[in-house]
DNA sequence: CCTGGAGTTGTCCTA
DNA sequence: TTAGGACAACTCCAG
């Protein structure tokens, strides 16, 4: 008899440094599936951006299965249902898996082990896409950590993480296997295509991630400390998307950062700083496995009644990058175009949506959520918070980013906001993030008309940083 | 249990 | 022009 087994695929879109998928190729033949549930995570399923990606990671899986001859097999419906169905189909005494780490994962994943256990089959569940499991890392007195220098560093006490692993040779099964096709999912937009010319920016599956990775650290590491803040600058890994999706995995990037530092020892501190942003992914991770609500409320309880606004317009207003300040509308265009935007300046922008305009954290993570490829509930939620100042190790409640300060400072030049916000191309360098204050005939010269062709400033900075500094101070006056 | 240093990314005012 | 301190007080976490 044939011992068949089956590999879920989750948000572990690649073939090598997969260990389920390798122990899988222990048995004669393997199946593997993808499963479009899209009853998962109810709000939190994905969002447009996030469906291109996916769209593209499993064409790319597609390719390389196809490569050893083996069909990637596609289904829809209730997770539960399809494992146990398709497990009895093909005879499957055994199903396979990546561990995830959603405020729903656990219990979806006990679940689906009890129901395959009825017909004899057998669920084993492989680490997920992190560097250290989250019962693996704790303080002395055995609490998740919620401070990232203590998490990080008890992280870089542990062990290295495991060696990565090669692609395994899979045998795939010998008759054909129902699977439905990929472009009836309808992942990709289409009316509007609002993603056409994402192709030549991306490359989702396994080959990009290490392309974008190879690059990186041959090319731009070595001036990560300073360049990784200028968003002009290709300093950045512009991972994200690949880690989110799992085409690649966070101890391929540390063991390839720890390569790379032993032959170019100058680069090191900028090595270890990139690492320390994994690390941040890490941490998020870990506090959303250890505090599921953080998505959807404040992590310090403090801010339950923190006077929020709500004003539409105002929202309107940020989303569609019509602020008024250059470098928060360039930020916001960015994502808006290209489905990323450079992490300076998400912070800018979130600083910008929660002090300046008074709104909740959570409007700008639903709009991240919908627009950015990398959107990661683990990374967004955190962020936001860190940000909001309701976070795990938040940032303080008196740092409000000046945008042009932040813009004069990060995008002295003005490169980044020039190319995204282009009515203000012709502006002076002096004017460029803030041309409120330019003289008529500089603003003339440059042929922008504020109210016309680039709006007035939604709100004045001064006068919002001080609103914002009173609300947040009745925060203290809370018991 | 107590103690004390520390805490991703800033801004503004003053001297 | 520039450097330093204030901006709250709190919680975290190791010793």
């Given at each position: 008899m044939?011992?068949?087994?089956?590999?879920?695929?989750?948000?572990?879109?690649?073939?090598?440094?997969?260990?389920?998928?390798?122990?899988?190729?222990?048995?004669?033949?393997?199946?593997?599936?993808?499963?479009?549930?899209?009853?998962?995570?109810?709000?939190?399923?994905?969002?447009?951006?996030?469906?291109?990606?996916?769209h593209g990671s499993?064409?790319?899986?597609?390719?390389?299965?196809?490569?050893?001859?083996?069909?990637?097999?596609?289904?829809?419906?209730?997770?539960?249902?399809?494992?146990?169905?398709?497990?009895?189909e093909i005879g499957a005494?055994?199903?396979?898996?990546?561990?995830?780490?959603?405020?729903?994962?656990?219990?979806?994943?006990?679940?689906?082990?009890?129901?395959?256990?009825?017909g004899d089959v057998t669920l084993k569940r492989y680490p997920g896409t992190l560097l250290h499991e989250p019962e693996d890392v704790a303080t002395g007195g055995g609490t998740p950590f919620k401070v990232f220098t203590p998490f990080w560093r008890a992280c870089l006490r542990r062990p290295d993480p495991a060696p990565t692993l090669p692609a395994p040779t899979l045998r795939g099964a010998d008759r054909r296997i129902?699977?439905?096709?990929?472009?009836?999912?309808?992942?990709?937009?289409?009316?509007?295509?609002?993603?056409?010319?994402?192709?030549?920016?991306?490359?989702?599956?396994?080959?990009?991630?290490?392309?974008?990775?190879?690059?990186?650290?041959?090319?731009?590491?070595?001036?990560?400390?300073?360049?990784?803040?200028?968003?002009?600058?290709?300093?950045t890994s512009r991972l994200s998307p690949y880690l989110r999706f799992g085409n690649i995995s966070p101890r391929q990037v540390w063991h390839a950062a720890q390569a790379c530092k032993a032959t170019r020892p100058a680069a090191a501190g900028d090595i270890d700083k990139f690492l320390s942003e994994i690390g941040w992914r890490e941490f998020c991770y870990h506090l959303l496995f250890h505090f599921p609500a953080m998505p959807d409320e404040a992590f310090n309880p403090k801010f339950a009644f923190f006077p929020w606004g709500s004003d539409r317009d105002r929202l309107r207003a940020w989303e569609r990058g019509q602020t008024g300040y250059p470098i928060v509308d360039a930020g916001m265009r960015e994502l808006w175009q290209t489905g990323f935007m450079h992490n300076r300046v998400r912070m800018v922008v979130a600083s910008f949506l929660t002090k300046h305009l008074l709104i909740n954290w959570r409007e700008g993570e639903?709009?991240?959520?919908?627009?950015?490829?990398?959107?990661?509930?683990?990374?967004?939620?955190?962020?936001?918070?860190?940000?909001?100042?309701?976070?795990?190790?938040?940032?303080?409640?008196f740092r409000i980013f000046n945008p042009v300060a932040q813009g004069e400072k990060f995008d002295k030049a003005g490169e980044y906001t020039r190319r995204w916000v282009p009515e203000l191309a012709n502006m002076?360098?002096?004017?460029?993030?803030?041309?409120?204050e330019a003289p008529a005939e500089i603003l003339a010269e440059a042929g922008v008309v504020l109210g016309d062709t680039y709006p007035e400033p939604l709100v004045d900075h001064k006068s919002a940083r001080e609103a914002a500094l009173s609300a947040y101070s009745t925060l203290k006056e809370l018991p």
């Open positions: 044939t011992d068949t087994a089956l590999y879920w695929f989750r948000d572990d879109l690649r073939l090598t440094d997969l260990a389920g998928l390798a122990a899988a190729a222990a048995h004669d033949q393997v199946v593997p599936v993808y499963i479009r549930d899209t009853s998962l995570g109810g709000e939190w399923s994905p969002g447009g951006a996030s469906d291109w990606w996916l499993l064409e790319s899986l597609q390719q390389d299965l196809q490569r050893q001859g083996i069909t990637l097999v596609l289904r829809t419906g209730d997770t539960q249902s399809v494992l146990s169905e398709l497990a009895q005494n055994s199903v396979y898996c990546s561990r995830h780490y959603q405020p729903w994962s656990a219990a979806l994943e006990r679940e689906i082990r009890d129901a395959l256990a009825q129902a699977s439905e096709a990929l472009a009836d999912w309808q992942l990709l937009p289409t009316a509007p295509n609002w993603a056409a010319g994402w192709d030549a920016l991306w490359q989702p599956g396994e080959a990009g991630a290490h392309d974008a990775l190879a690059q990186f650290l041959a090319d731009h590491v070595q001036d990560y400390d300073d360049g990784r803040d200028i968003p002009s600058q290709p300093n639903r709009w991240f959520w919908d627009c950015l490829l990398d959107a990661d509930l683990a990374s967004n939620a955190c962020s936001w918070q860190w940000v909001g100042g309701s976070g795990a190790d938040a940032s303080p409640y002076p360098d002096k004017f460029l993030h803030k041309p409120w």
